[in-house]
């Protein structure tokens, strides 16, 4: 490898095969990082058993979709044995990030879920400098959903205020701090100001200085031109036929209006001809699973792969994600959402929860969160009244607002062009 034309970004993440938005905007970073100038790219993750055992839903694994060539997944073992508990994962990201950083490779690092993430980059920077290199590294931390109604809530709401003072200390230590929405860079500057009026410090007006807004990047590219032929196919596979079914697809919990939903499908019109079909795993599945036996109406779906995703999205009489606030969770964004939007299909039911509003614009049909009353009358609106024409406009203003986070233009918004190879000297100094 010629030193002198690398250019690394790493990113700390719970990568694939996690069922999460966040995973695949990782994911699509690090494609765009390719036609970018980088020559080197790496997501550095934690073992499948490890996510296995702490009960994050996942993706099958045999039918997760490939990385380009010049992406890099890397899970490092832990370091250490049984009487470290937890640490020895962090230890294992963090060493490897080291030996990544001691290279003479100008680097970009960024942290998604700061916790624990953020600590990986910042413990692996202040390594390497303290063993006396110098690394050529820029340091980039992006809040997203988990990190504001989890983590910092939880922090406030159980008054252990040190170790939000810890959290916010480590995230303005880096070069760029970023919210994966404006609603949740309002919610981190106010957190901030709780912190701020208890301890002492000073990060609300960090915050708000510094700050800035990145929203998802998103493969637009797998949602768009979809073959009619395949979404048929698709269909038939599972029993179902086009415009015959509501389609629930994300982390099956109580915050993302699961049950709200199943309660507005009992009581709608629009069931008479239409099933309910919830795609996804996740902490609530298993209720789900208990109330769907006793309706044949309801089809549950645990092994939706990325490429069957669109095929179900465009094929759906309506695409309803009631989420609702909940005090382990907010919706901060709705990356699902903007990909159904760009799948075409039936409109997008949802609400005006957290951020969503920012994914949606002005496209969506909204309901009142937890109204299962007013999710019934959209989805008989949707499948029933809307007239062909209304339909089909509706899902042009949807798709047009989602082209906006289009992974190349999102990329380009956050990530400086590369330095010309002629003009750069940024080797980085070995240790003396």
Known sequence: MSYLLSRRLVIVVRADPVICGHSGEARNLAEVALTRGFTDVRLLTWPVPVLKAVGLPLKPLDRILPYSKGI????????????????????????????????????????M????????????????????????????????????????????????????????????????????????????????????????????????????????????????????????????????????YVLFLSRVARAKGVYDLVSAFARCRARSRLRLVIAGTGPDLEQVRAVARDDDRIVLLTDVDDEEKPLLMNGCAAYVLPTRPEPDFVETFGIALTEKMLAGGGPVITTDTGGVLEAVGDTAILVQPGDVASIAEAIDAATLHLSPENRCAMATRARDHALTFDRARVFDSLFPPPPDPATHSGLAATAT
């Open 72 to 111: 890099t997944v890397e899970r490092p073992e832990p370091v250490g044995d049984y009487r470290v508990p937890d640490g020895r994962y962090l230890a294992g990201l963090t060493g490897r990030l080291v030996e990544l950083l001691i290279e003479p490779i100008p680097t970009v690092c960024l942290s």
């Open 113 to 244: 879920y700061l916790a624990p993430h953020d600590a990986v980059i910042r413990d692996a920077v202040d390594a390497v400098r303290a063993a006396g290199f110098a690394p050529d590294v820029r340091t980039m931390a992006k809040a997203v959903g988990s990190d504001v109604t989890n983590v910092i809530r939880s922090c406030l709401r159980e008054r252990r205020f040190g170790a939000a003072v810890a959290l916010f200390a480590r995230f303005l230590a880096n070069d760029q701090v970023i919210a994966v929405s404006d609603y949740t860079r309002r919610e981190i500057i106010a957190a901030a100001g709780a912190v701020d009026t208890h301890c002492g410090t000073r990060f609300a007006e960090q915050c708000r200085r510094r700050v800035s807004v990145s929203y998802p990047p998103i493969d637009t590219a797998a949602y768009l031109h979809l073959d009619p032929e395949l979404v048929d196919t698709a269909l038939r596979r599972r029993g179902l036929h086009r415009d015959g």
